[in-house]
């Protein structure tokens, strides 16, 4: 069974940096994958972050974008996020998805998930 943990959130300033960080287990490999991330504020609707597919074209909502990077390790087979320049407003729970490039804007469109992790920015 496929499993996706996500880790590195925390309470940061704004302005500050964190890199999220998404590991499958499972015998998934990331690689092969189309990849995630999303996000969901209480009582909002899940927002797609970042995506970044098979080849390893990365695609941003234009609320992150110039501020987030999605990449993979393929040693590691780890999905990140690094996330520079956090404002308030991206205070949100966090998850590493697995699903197409149109999940970005339909975030429905994710199938495996992971529990997801908190990141919290201060004003």
């Known amino acids: 069974q496929v499993h996706l943990v996500e880790s590195g959130g925390g309470l940061v300033q704004a302005g500050g940096s964190l890199r999220l960080s998404c590991t499958a287990s499972?015998?998934?490999?990331?690689?092969?994958?189309?990849m995630g991330w999303f996000r969901q504020r209480p009582g909002k609707e899940p927002e797609g972050v970042a995506h970044?597919?098979?080849?390893?074209?990365?695609m941003y909502a234009n609320s992150v974008k110039g501020r987030f990077t999605i990449d993979k390790d393929h040693a590691k087979n780890t999905l990140y996020l690094q996330m520079n320049d956090l404002k308030p407003e991206d205070s949100a729970l966090y998850y590493c998805?697995?699903?197409?490039?149109?999940?970005?804007?339909?975030?429905?469109?994710?199938?495996?998930w992971g529990h997801g992790t908190q990141v919290n920015v201060s004003s």
């Open positions: 998805a697995e699903g197409p490039p149109v999940a970005l804007g339909r975030p429905c469109q994710f199938g495996t």
């Open positions: 499972g015998g998934w490999t990331i690689d092969i994958y189309h």
């Open positions: 970044i597919d098979n080849y390893g074209s990365a």
